[in-house]
């Protein structure tokens, strides 16, 4: 069975940093692209950013580049996202998810999501 | 990027059809045909309904069909059951390598 489970969600403060974990098991991590999507309180998806199974091709939202970072670690198959600088729009449900394909990037269709871990950006 | 258009809610009895709109440019959705659709139930996680437009997942009830028109894509839900009260979006692939969403559709079963 496929799962995805991510960690490190938090309360932070504006300008701090926190660092998300997805651990996935049940699949060939390495042949799948990963994603990170999030969703505000209330508010809709948003997408965040996506990497190759080779972790060599990233993208970013326009909200988050430059200052987040989505890396992988294919030995321990877990996803990461560094998060840095973060403002109060940055609370959020951050959820990893993959593509429904190996063959997929970033066409969106995840057809697999963890269940998502809270970061809440406030003083 | 500008999120995608959908229509705040639609709704529909029991048994009858629906369909969700899904507006963007030609640089996402009329340029590509990779625009997904999740279905989303309160405090759960987003649910993979259609990919490249038309695809269904397996296991996806084939009451849901999507299709494209030029920069509008939709999804349709047929045979409408309480089950299918949920919120809706839409993604798609865009020319900048990105990945856009649609702002949300609730769907009420009346």
């Known amino acids: 069975e496929v799962q995805l489970l991510e960690s490190g969600g938090g309360l932070v403060q504006p300008g701090g940093s926190l660092r998300l974990s997805c651990s996935a098991s049940?699949?060939?991590?390495?042949?799948?692209?990963m994603g990170w999507v999030r969703q505000a309180p209330g508010k809709g998806l948003e997408w965040v950013s996506s990497?190759?199974?080779?972790?060599?091709?990233?993208y970013y939202g326009d909200s988050v580049q430059g200052r987040f970072t989505i890396s992988r670690d294919n030995s321990k198959n877990t996803l990461y996202l560094q998060m840095n600088s973060l403002r109060a729009e940055d609370t959020a449900l951050y959820y990893c998810a993959r593509p429904y394909s190996s063959s997929f990037f970033i066409r969106g269709s995840f057809d697999c999501w963890g269940q998502g871990t809270l970061v809440t950006v406030s003083s | 990027q500008s999120a995608l258009t959908q229509p705040a809610s639609v709704s529909g009895s029991p048994g009858q059809s629906i369909t969700i709109s899904c507006t963007g440019t030609?640089?996402?959705?009329?340029?590509?045909?990779?625009v997904s659709w999740y279905q989303q139930h309160p405090g759960e996680a987003p649910k993979l309904m259609i990919y490249?437009?038309?695809n269904r997942p397996a296991g996806v009830s084939s009451r849901f069909s999507g299709s494209k028109s030029g920069n509008t894509a939709s999804l349709t839900i047929s045979g409408l059951q309480a089950e299918d009260e949920a919120d809706y979006y839409c993604s798609s692939y865009t020319s900048s390598s990105t990945l856009v969403f649609g702002g949300g559709t609730k769907v009420t079963v009346l």
């Open positions: 049940g699949f060939t991590f390495s042949n799948y692209a």
């Open positions: 030609s640089s996402d959705v009329g340029g590509h045909n990779h």
């Open positions: 990497i190759r199974g080779s972790g060599d091709s990233i």
């Open positions: 490249d437009v038309t």
